[in-house]
């Protein structure tokens, strides 16, 4: 924190403000110029709300000139935090990017089942599927609940792909990170501060959405409750902020993924699904995405869309998928960062998790 | 619904977009023009996501013409929601405009019972407290707790005063409705869905904050939620939305009180203290609020709001906040709605709920 | 500006910095702290781009300390703007509230002195009218040009009103400025600089409408340009602001009355035709505008809304606008700031401009 | 338009609501529901105000259902515009992509020659150079005028480049066509209709930026004013949209690439440079754009940005420059799409335009 003091402060005034600090045990040095003076803050606040020093009488203006969250800054942790996964799969730094891919909604095993097997042939190793389920309308579908859960952990497992799921409340994560192997906290939870700490509680990675009209200084800020509760597998994920355009349902926000490499060391994909709302535009911001550097992808996938209970113009199909999978490994390759595209094994009969051959 | 179809559409599309709706139960109607045909939907759609039916062929368009919200909506309810407290003192309607007033967070004995006295000499019956407090970041003051509602329940009992207190997650609610005679849904937590089916489990009046990006019809579906639940005794408060202009923390949305009187039959309150940030913009913004037909406004005082742990630069002084109530019985006379200002009465020595003379 | 170096910023990098001002003529001084120096620029940075500094090795960060404009500030200029027209009517400071009443699009002359007749008798002094129309699409009425500024000078000496319409381009301000009492600069054209310097060099008042999608900050950067040139009469018209909200066309932005109030000292009224674009709603944001500290209103009125050629949907009819002044004049008393009604005078068969009688 | 009938409209109403699209030449035809009545609009509404029948009693809502540009639109002009330069470069289809570079100001003669021969050397066939500039400052360099002008043009046909300039009022605009080879409209002049009438005029091609808060469909009529005038050769430009988050000047919005694509047939291209606003970012959003499909870029390239007298911060280094080429070239060739980069050719002493060799 800086404190401009006007040009015309008096020093019964500059002593007022002083004497406000130290009463609260703020440390501060007072840099004297000829025309005007600026107190600078030295170390803690002490939690106190320093905005409001910007009415008392001498003031000019009270500028923040740290990041206000620090576990998920750069400048306390310069490398990038890479997340591996059991079988060494890894997620962030210099790791292949990772696509994530599956329905919006469980509906069925019948229809999780049919997706995770053409995603897993696409080489895709973690799948997405929603059991609870956050509905703008409390007369939509809200999930399947922990039926859901039970075929996602099936099906994955069959498959060797690892399970991507939301927690929508507190009480509901512990039962959450026994089924999934990456916890989702969606968009709309982003400043639900008891799940936050929640998750920062677990052993399993995070998957932290960042909320429709929320800064990157708020997400990353949301980032730190997880990770001052000791969790440090956080992934963030980009998927669309609110603006005035209205042609999309949102508007894909991809600058914010250069934007987070340079504040944070987490670890950020993309979700094209959520971002536009429409099923035709997914293929070219996920392209998009990678090529300004993202650590993967989030997309939504479904047998039979037209006919889906949740997001249906948004997920792609079959068809859409592969084509966009093709596209996916050009354009990854052209930055340097290979897309993740692991060919499924069979083993005794069971597909199981190798380490994927692209991985250095 | 009504589902526009392109000027050229085939009858086998027609018949395969019929076909569509048929399987999935859903009724409608085909209405033929010479040059276009549309089909209008008739009732529900069964949960189904309509909106993918506009990437169908032969489909122009999918237009929603009924407002998905029903419980909430002015045609489903055209009186006005009236809530009435024990003591008979009404929130909505005709009845008098309410102020609600106190610290941002309870933070001492001493602090509660400062502001309680003075915004109860003020003619004040609803304060307001945060005991849980969500908090941006992890490392700000996160709120006295249950210690908070304890002193909260005592002091509003001395005053005669109504307390107004957050809800974060869905565990808290029934232990907080014990405390609490109306129970608040903050901004963040606007679409927290277990959030909003266990406040509209409890008898209490629920105050629902509006989202800082959301849509007024978000809003009216998160109303939805609670009145679906069984508690019809919702009320609105704008708070402020995020928009491009940094001069304020937010923008408040005073057109959003004769939007949702318009939409809704639910009373609408303003929060001028989270809507600008700043207490010298405080007052203009709450004459403006009750000159637009608001019924109330919640507004945050604070003894010595340099001290105050959280929010100190919105908060009013004592001598801002008279002046202020000196305002707004004036614009409220001029509005035909006066503000509900119920001089304190002591009885046997203790301050006692006397239903208000203003009312009618 | 405020120059922040990094903690570890060595000497050379501060040399390096120092010879850039220095070789520029940009002159500093030098804050030592224990932990940081700080470099406080005095005076002009002479036109360079000093945002670009923060790029160099060793600033942690530039931070803007004084406004950019200067004679539209209010610390340029401690007193209101009070502007006088020719009759001695005032508008900003004490005065009286004023309205400015008409319809969107001069149409006809019937059109035109029917509406001048019910609003002049309302007791409004200042008609608005479209001759020159920007229109979103090139197939619109596009206004009757010269002709309808005829009509309206006419109309407007029948009356004993001041004429208000918009300048388009340059080149047809000084004509424009033959008829207009005051000219206006539209929304869309707030930063189109030729336009604002051209009227700039003129006698006349100018009404500058803010940009749907510009800070206050730039919207004062724009009148600044108009000061700038010579002209110090600028009425500031806030008319609604874009953000996500789509209730309404735009967001009426009634709060930055009073941020302009406290930044600027140049008179400052509200348009809720346009803020809101539906005539139910024009009436209490009105209220609204009044009730936070507006010098005035203008707002649309049509004696046949339904058939207008512009803007019908948001046109008061006459009734609206009559009920609507009624609510006017007791908001403006309530808050101290009387609302111009003027009675209609008329001197040996003609209207006259005759000073208000309500004007102090 | 559809005109949506309120369930219980009565036969009375729909007359008089037939009589008022009757007596304006309006033709509709009725549609007639079992519960529910539309009413379609056949062809034009000859310039009426259509919204503001949603006022009339018995109107439920009234429904827009083909997009207002005719011109402009993919459904009039099914292939894509491809616009040819008088060397036979073309822009747009399936034309290799392009890039514009160059100063933000011309500065001085050395300048802009060593700037031209990077990026010539760099294969670049565009240089963009301003020569009027408009400043949210009155105080900021404003440009060289036709004395920079003429400094392009030279030092275009020395280095066989096209230049790119900004007009920014009507008057100018027959001169600045003399020196230009592509005339820009700048983002703030997107909706200045006199100057969108007179660029409309002209034989060369425009750059139409998008309004940092304008929507899709307003560009795209903005777009219309310029064909509507006879100059079918419009270039769009995404260049940024305000929005909420403040890390970056403004929002690269890359999925107004596609949209684009799917709505028009006008080629578009993407300036991450004023999207940005800071070097650093230019890259990754730039091979973003590339990827997401855009036709080409236009970015800001300084010989010194730190001396710069505008956008010295978003401007690349000549370094910077050649890197972000290199990368260009993979993503583009990883879509399909490469990039023009077309080797600097001399004959007889002077570099030539030659016809690109990766044009097929």
Same mark, same amino acid.
């Given at each position: /924190?800086? %404190? !401009?003091?006007?040009?015309?402060?008096?020093?019964?005034?500059?002593?007022?403000?002083?004497?406000?600090?130290?009463?609260?045990?703020?440390?501060?040095?007072? /840099?004297?110029?000829?025309?005007?003076?600026?107190?600078?803050?030295?170390?803690?606040?002490?939690?106190?709300?320093?905005?409001?020093?910007?009415?008392?009488?001498? +003031?000019?203006? *009270?500028?923040?000139?740290?990041?206000?969250?620090?576990?998920?800054?750069?400048?306390?942790?310069?490398?990038?935090? !890479?997340?591996?996964?059991?079988?060494?799969?890894?997620?962030?730094?210099?790791?292949?990017?990772?696509?994530?891919?599956?329905?919006?909604?469980?509906?069925?095993?019948?229809? *999780?089942?049919?997706?995770?097997?053409?995603?897993?042939?696409? &080489?895709?190793? #973690?799948?997405?599927? &929603?059991? #609870?389920?956050?509905?703008?309308?409390?007369?939509? #579908?809200?999930?399947?609940?922990?039926?859901?859960?039970?075929?996602?952990?099936?099906?994955?497992?069959?498959?060797? /792909?690892?399970? *991507?799921?939301?927690?929508?409340?507190?009480?509901?994560? $512990?039962?959450?990170?026994?089924?999934?192997?990456?916890?989702? *906290? &969606?968009?709309?939870?982003?400043?639900?501060?008891?799940?936050?700490?929640?998750?920062?509680?677990?052993?399993?990675?995070?998957? @932290?959405?960042?909320?429709?009209?929320?800064?990157?200084?708020?997400?990353?800020?949301?980032? =730190?409750? %997880?990770?001052?509760?000791?969790?440090?597998?956080?992934? @963030?994920?980009?998927?669309?902020?609110?603006?005035? =355009? $209205?042609?999309?349902?949102?508007?894909?926000?991809?600058?914010?993924?250069?934007? +987070?490499?340079? @504040?944070?060391?987490?670890? %950020?994909?993309?979700?094209?699904?959520?971002?536009?709302?429409?099923?035709?535009?997914?293929?070219? %911001?996920?392209?998009?995405?990678?090529?300004?550097?993202?650590?993967?992808?989030?997309? =939504? !996938?479904? $047998?039979?869309?037209?006919?889906? @209970?949740?997001?249906?113009?948004?997920?792609?199909?079959?068809?859409?998928?592969? =084509? /966009?999978?093709?596209?996916?490994?050009?354009?990854?390759?052209? !930055?340097?960062?290979?897309?993740?595209?692991?060919?499924?094994?069979?083993?005794? &009969?069971?597909?199981?998790?190798?380490?994927?051959?692209?991985?250095?």
């Amino acid at each position: /924190m800086i %404190i !401009v003091l006007e040009r015309g402060a008096t020093e019964p005034q500059i002593d007022q403000i002083s004497k406000y600090l130290t009463s609260r045990g703020i440390r501060f040095e007072r /840099m004297n110029g000829r025309l005007q003076t600026v107190l600078g803050i030295v170390g803690s606040t002490g939690g106190y709300d320093i905005a409001s020093l910007a009415t008392m009488p001498g +003031v000019q203006e *009270v500028v923040r000139v740290s990041s206000p969250y620090r576990l998920s800054s750069r400048s306390a942790h310069p490398e990038d935090t !890479v997340i591996t996964m059991p079988d060494g799969t890894r997620i962030g730094g210099t790791a292949p990017s990772i696509v994530i891919a599956g329905p919006c909604s469980v509906e069925s095993e019948d229809q *999780v089942r049919r997706t995770a097997e053409i995603v897993r042939k696409a &080489g895709v190793r #973690f799948m997405r599927g &929603g059991a #609870f389920k956050p509905r703008t309308s409390p007369y939509s #579908f809200q999930g399947l609940g922990f039926d859901g859960l039970e075929l996602l952990k099936k099906v994955g497992e069959e498959f060797g /792909m690892y399970i *991507v799921t939301e927690a929508m409340e507190p009480a509901q994560v $512990p039962a959450i990170a026994e089924y999934a192997d990456i916890v989702q *906290v &969606g968009s709309r939870n982003m400043q639900n501060f008891p799940l936050l700490k929640q998750v920062g509680s677990i052993e399993k990675p995070v998957l @932290l959405k960042r909320g429709a009209a929320s800064t990157v200084e708020e997400w990353l800020m949301a980032a =730190e409750y %997880i990770l001052a509760g000791g969790n440090n597998n956080v992934i @963030l994920c980009e998927r669309g902020i609110r603006t005035f =355009e $209205p042609s999309l349902r949102f508007t894909p926000d991809l600058a914010a993924v250069p934007v +987070v490499k340079k @504040l944070s060391h987490l670890p %950020i994909i993309v979700d094209p699904s959520h971002a536009t709302g429409r099923r035709e535009f997914v293929s070219s %911001i996920a392209r998009g995405a990678i090529a300004v550097g993202a650590d993967g992808l989030i997309v =939504e !996938v479904h $047998p039979d869309p037209d006919r889906a @209970l949740s997001d249906g113009a948004q997920s792609l199909t079959f068809e859409l998928f592969e =084509e /966009m999978m093709g596209e996916l490994v050009r354009v990854a390759d052209a !930055v340097n960062r290979p897309l993740l595209v692991e060919p499924l094994h069979k083993k005794d &009969g069971a597909f199981v998790r190798k380490p994927s051959s692209v991985q250095q």
